[in-house]
């Protein structure tokens, strides 16, 4: 596969330099792109000179614009795949680099990271934890297929599922309404076990109380989904779209 990673970066001068030379030691043949979702920090630089390729956005649009932009340049380069880890040093590359040998033979077109499916150095927050599990019985519920890590960054997109995410793809924090937009696509995806990396330094962007409203506030943005028309694929051409 032509593979490009793709890392979504919010003022991640500390941790991002390290990212990339591992994924790189990793994967010497994949190319590696950081989205700087603008960072008011030296993220943009610090990524290039660790060999990165660096895509600077002029404002922070928040992660889901920030990986679209990963998914868009991997449509429009005519890369096979594209993987999404995140520049804070939780996802160790030699566990993205099973889940990419995993790809070709699966039948999935996305392959997400599961940190409650093997040992894990996270923990979290209880109220963190409480609302993952809320939504993985929800989504379980609405794809009919068991979901541990819905909120997981960690991921392996292929073929029809890039290009259904470079035209669409979910706002704030769009990890968990993803899965049902694939479901509603008719596209599949699975879960591979991975271990996971306590942040190494920084703050998460998700506090206690902030867990608790993001979790109301996607379980909304789900259900207001449901009632739109499912996105279409395979009709027309990433190049030719005029908003890509």
Known sequence: MRLLIVSPAYNEEKNVAAVVESLKKEFPAADVLVVDDGSRDETARVARAAGARVVRLPFNLGIG????????????????????VDADGQHPADQL????????????????????????????????????????????ALTGQ????????????????????????PEDYPEPESLVMLHRARLKFEEYPVRMLPRKTGTSSISPLGAVYYMVKVLLAILINLFRKPPAIGQTDVQNEPNA
């Open 146 to 169: 068991r979901v541990t890590d819905p909120t997981s960054g960690l991921r392996v997109v292929k073929g029809r599922a890039l290009e259904l995410f470079s035209r669409y793809y």
């Open 97 to 140: 680099k099973l889940q990419v040998e995993r790809a070709p033979p699966s039948e999935a077109d996305v392959i997400v990271g599961s940190r409650f499916l093997a040992e894990s150095e996270y923990r979290g927050v209880w109220t963190r934890r409480a609302g993952i599990a809320v939504l993985a019985k929800t989504i379980s």
């Open 65 to 84: 614009g920030a990986v679209q932009t990963g998914f868009l340049y991997a449509a429009r380069g005519g890369y096979d795949a594209a993987c999404q």
